[in-house]
C-alpha cells in the first residue's frame, strides 16, 4: 500500500494553480543503491527522444523522427539508461511522455527503469496529443521530499523547470531541471522567475539545457549574484563535434564541486554532462538508506508563470 503524507498547510502564493497528487509508482523490484558517503553524482543529458543525430543533414534526413516511431529508438534509450546507471540524480531534457512518435513509451519511466532509479517524475510541458508528448524529467535514488511543476515564462508555451527538494528547512538541497528557450529575452525572463524561486536557499543544484554559454550565466544573468560554480566549461553542442556550451551543472558555494566532465557520448545531439558534488554535514542525512526506505510518495506543486 502507498503512503499518504499529509500536505503542508502553508502553500506559496505562487501556486496558484490546485495541488496534484504525485503518488509514487515503484518502477522496478531492484533493492534500493545508497549512494556514496557523502557524495552525489550528477547528470544532465538533453535526449533529444532518443534520436540519434551525427552530422547537421540528419536534423533533415531523420527529421521524420520527431513526428513517426522509429524501430530502433528503444534501443537507443537502453543504451542511455545504461550510462545513467552510474549516477545518483538524472536531469532529462528533451524526453517524450508516451505517444505516437515514442511508440507511446514513456521515456521518463523507461529510462527509471532501465537506469534502476526508483523515483522519477516526468514533467509535460507542450501537449500535442498522440503526437508528441514533450517532457523534462528527474530520476533519482534518493527519495525527494517534495517536487514543484513550474511553467517558465514566454511567447511561446512548453518550457517548463522541475524543481525537487531533498530534506526539509534548512538541512535540504534543492535540484532544479531546467530547458530554457532560445531567445535570449525570454531567458532573462525565465532565468529571473528561477531566481525568485531558488529565494534564499543555501544549497542548490541547477541543471539542464540552458542554451546558454557559462560567462554569460556567471556574469550577465539574474543568477550571478548566487556565485554558482562548476569545474567544467567543455563544449557539448553539437556532439559529433562539439563547439558551444549550452549544458551545464551549477552548484551554490555550499557544495564541494569534487569532479565535473562532459562525456565524449553522441547518442543524442548534445552531450551529457555530469559531476560529483560533495554534500556539507549538514546534508549527509539524505544519503542514509534507511531514509530512502521510509518514503514511496512525493508531492508534486503546479505553477503558471
Not at 521524420?64 to 540524480?89: A, S
Not at 525527494?144 to 522541475?162: F, K, M, N, Q, T
Not at 562539439?242 to 562532459?262: K, M, N
Not at 545531439?269 to 526506505?293: C, F, N, S, Y
Request: glycine share 6%; charged share 20%.
Amino acid at each position: 500500500m502507498l503512503k499518504h503524507k499529509e500536505l503542508p498547510k502553508v502553500v506559496p502564493t505562487m501556486f496558484r494553480q490546485s495541488v496534484l497528487q504525485a503518488p509514487y509508482q515503484e518502477t522496478s523490484h531492484i533493492p534500493y543503491n545508497t549512494p556514496q558517503k557523502d557524495s552525489l553524482r550528477l547528470i544532465s543529458f538533453n535526449i533529444q527522444v532518443g534520436i540519434r543525430t551525427h552530422a547537421f543533414h540528419h536534423y533533415f534526413t531523420r527529421g521524420w523522427q520527431h513526428v513517426l516511431p522509429h524501430h530502433k529508438r528503444n534501443h537507443t534509450l537502453e543504451e542511455i539508461g545504461y550510462l545513467l546507471r552510474d549516477y545518483d540524480i538524472a536531469a532529462l531534457q528533451e524526453a517524450d511522455g508516451g505517444s505516437l512518435r515514442s511508440g507511446v513509451v514513456n521515456q521518463v519511466r523507461f529510462l527509471a527503469e532501465t537506469g534502476r532509479f526508483p523515483f522519477y517524475y516526468q514533467q509535460l510541458n507542450r501537449n500535442l496529443g498522440k503526437l508528441a508528448q514533450h517532457s523534462n524529467g528527474i530520476l533519482s535514488r534518493i527519495p525527494p521530499s517534495y517536487v514543484e511543476d513550474h511553467s517558465l515564462p514566454g511567447r511561446l508555451p512548453g518550457r517548463g523547470a522541475v524543481i525537487a527538494q531533498f530534506g526539509h528547512g534548512d538541512h535540504s538541497l534543492l535540484i532544479v531541471v531546467l530547458h530554457l528557450a532560445l531567445g535570449s529575452r525570454t531567458q532573462d525572463r525565465q532565468l529571473r522567475y528561477i531566481r525568485k524561486v531558488i529565494g534564499n536557499h543555501k544549497h542548490v543544484v541547477l541543471m539542464g539545457d540552458m542554451n546558454n554559454p557559462l560567462e554569460h550565466l556567471h556574469t550577465r544573468s539574474p543568477l550571478r549574484d548566487l556565485k554558482l560554480q562548476t569545474a567544467t566549461s567543455q563544449h557539448t553542442y553539437p556532439s559529433w563535434q562539439p563547439q558551444q556550451t549550452l549544458d551545464h551543472i551549477l552548484v551554490t558555494p555550499g557544495l564541494e564541486v569534487r569532479h565535473a566532465e562532459v562525456l565524449d557520448c553522441a547518442i543524442s545531439d548534445h552531450r551529457p554532462v555530469t559531476m560529483e558534488i560533495g554534500l556539507p554535514a549538514e546534508l549527509r542525512h539524505l544519503l542514509r538508506k534507511e531514509q530512502a526506505e521510509e518514503t514511496d510518495q512525493f508531492e508534486v506543486y503546479a505553477s503558471d508563470a
